[in-house]
């Protein structure tokens, strides 16, 4: 089966990058396959997720890195507006409530973050 998604040990940025609470984008393609994941970094965890909403499959960020809400304490899918916890990807209001994001294992190894 074709797929865009990075193999395991892929380097995709310095912990720095992603502010603590904060969330940044990765867009892989390889050939007309599209991978697009995030990963989200709160109270110095990391969570990797799959940038599709359970409720129709669009991505949560409208632009991209924008996954926190206000407060930053929660995922806030920008098209329908549902609401997931970080730690876990669960919906917890929306259209989607009940269901999860899909989990994409990153690490820290060595002040990098990469794929597991």
């Known amino acids: 089966m074709n797929s865009a998604r990075p193999a395991r040990g892929v380097r995709l940025c310095a912990l720095d990058d992603i502010a ?11 050939g007309e396959y599209l991978f697009i ?4 970094r709160k109270e110095g965890e990391l969570f990797g997720y799959i940038d599709r909403c359970p409720h129709n499959g669009t991505p949560l960020a409208v632009f991209p890195d924008r996954y926190l809400t206000r407060e ?14 970080i730690g876990d990807g669960r919906c917890i209001a929306g259209p989607c409530e009940g269901r999860a994001l899909t989990p994409w294992p990153v690490a820290i190894d060595g002040g990098e973050v990469v794929t597991v």
Do not use: I
């Open 37 to 40: 994941g995030f990963v989200v």
């Open 20 to 30: 603590d609470p904060g969330a940044k984008t990765f867009v892989f393609r390889d």
């Open 72 to 85: 930053r304490d929660l995922l806030l899918c920008g098209t329908h507006g549902a609401v997931f916890r």
